[in-house]
């Protein structure tokens, strides 16, 4: 990579860690919130619903920005945004309600949405197109990284340190106790979201005030109805929407619903539901490293393999991973469910690439379909969900058969790999 992009690289690559930190942080707080505010588990829920929200409401209105001025200015907006929404978590946790929260988390997955709309375009940019896919690749490596840090955070620095009592224990309060436990749990969750922030403005200052690559074609025009008519006849681009909604539906039903594989697993053997939680979340962060560590052998296999044949051959491992998920009995369902992560940590970059690649100055109003798709990740959990609770389905237990819907989806990501070979035999 030049010299006089790697510093610029660098930077805009921080950007991926710093939101899938608050992918991962965030997780966790949907039980804590109902825990501390003594919530129904729905009522708790609307921490994804407004996270998911501000991802899908602000991406075509960041598309918009962008082409009017540059991915430099929807970077800095995307961050400003996030360390606004995370310092509003000071002025929530003093009001002791929820709703500020909720605003709050809008307003920062308004800035993620800016930046994943604006960083990985530009990484496609900074370079040859040739090497555009494995490039992005190489930066949404260090997604899982943040990934990691935000699980650990919330694990170690939020659940670890809240107070103990059951919410039993906090309904049976005097209500001036109830309110010095809670006013102790919000603060609690406060510190690392206001330490993020401080992180995130030191970034933004930094690119900022550091010269970046400029973008080959500077049309600020918007012309929104030809761009429109163009994304719509192209059918690849449309064909890579789809999957990405299919995809990230995937990783979170895989990721969100290995605690309750896990737990019932451990339950059946003996374990209490606590002890069986904290073993299944183990797991949980091994999944992830995998995912980490995947991502980087996935980014080196792509200087020898054709993008959408890489994407189909793993597709199909996590097909048949999430079959055995499903039929084998025991820990060796629990490796397969695992194990997908492996095959999952290619997919988000390589569909990305691939759906955006010759789109030129269309790419900007295009990776905010892309990044609308990310809605997959809110409509098909609730669907594995309600799948969960009907406790048997068939021979099987529903936890299990919950996953015959990632085994459509890695179905969805299959074909589109196998089309994009079809269109393009000779790319290395």
Not at 257 to 262: K, T
Not at 381 to 400: E, K, T
């Amino acid at each position: 990579m030049a010299g006089d992009i790697l510093l610029p690289f660098i930077l805009i690559t921080s950007c991926f860690a710093l939101w899938g930190f608050a992918n991962d942080i965030t997780n966790p707080m949907v039980k804590a919130f109902s825990k501390i505010l003594l919530m129904s588990n729905f009522e708790g829920s609307l921490v994804q619903f407004a996270f998911y929200g501000g991802y899908f409401a602000m991406a075509f209105p960041a598309a918009m920005f962008i082409k009017r001025f540059s991915y430099k200015a929807g970077i800095l907006m995307g961050l400003g945004l996030y360390a606004g929404g995370a310092l509003l978590f000071i002025p929530a946790s003093w009001m002791m309600v929820f709703w500020p929260f909720l605003v709050a988390y809008f307003i920062l997955t308004c800035g993620l949405s800016f930046l994943e709309t604006s960083a990985n375009p530009y990484v496609l940019s900074m370079g040859t197109e040739e090497t555009a896919t494995r490039r992005l690749n190489l930066a949404q490596a260090f997604n899982p990284i943040g990934s990691l840090l935000g699980m650990f955070t919330a694990q170690q620095l939020i659940l670890a340190r809240m107070n103990e009592a059951s919410r039993q224990a906090r309904e049976a309060m005097d209500p001036a106790t109830f309110q010095q436990v809670a006013a102790h749990d919000l603060a609690v969750i406060r510190a690392p979201y206001v330490g993020i922030a401080v992180v995130i403005l030191v970034v933004l200052v930094l690119i900022a005030l550091v010269k970046m690559p400029r973008q080959e074609q500077r049309d600020h025009h918007l012309d929104l109805g030809p761009t429109l008519r163009r994304l719509a006849a192209n059918r690849r681009y449309l064909e890579g929407v789809v999957a990405q909604f299919f995809y990230v539906g995937a990783q979170i039903m895989c990721w969100t619903f290995i605690i309750h594989y896990g737990t019932e697993l451990f339950t059946a053997r003996g374990l209490s539901e606590q002890d069986a939680e904290a073993r299944s979340q183990g797991y949980n962060i091994v999944a992830m490293a995998l995912f980490c560590g995947s991502r980087f052998i996935c980014t080196f296999l792509l200087r020898f393999f054709h993008p959408g044949r890489l994407l189909m051959y793993l597709a199909i491992g996590g097909f048949f991973l999430t079959v055995g998920t499903i039929l084998l009995p025991g820990m060796a369902g629990l490796y397969c469910l695992v194990g997908i992560s492996a095959c999952m940590s290619l997919m988000f970059p390589t569909i990305y690439g691939i759906a955006l690649q010759g789109l030129g100055q269309d790419a900007k109003f295009a990776a905010a379909g892309l990044i609308m798709a990310i809605l997959g990740g809110s409509v098909l959990p609730p669907l594995q969900g309600a799948i969960i609770d009907l406790g048997q389905v068939g021979p099987l237990p529903a936890v299990r058969a919950s996953f015959v819907l990632p085994v459509v989806c890695f179905v969805v990501i299959a074909l589109y790999g196998l089309r994009t070979c079809q269109r393009q035999p000779h790319r290395p």
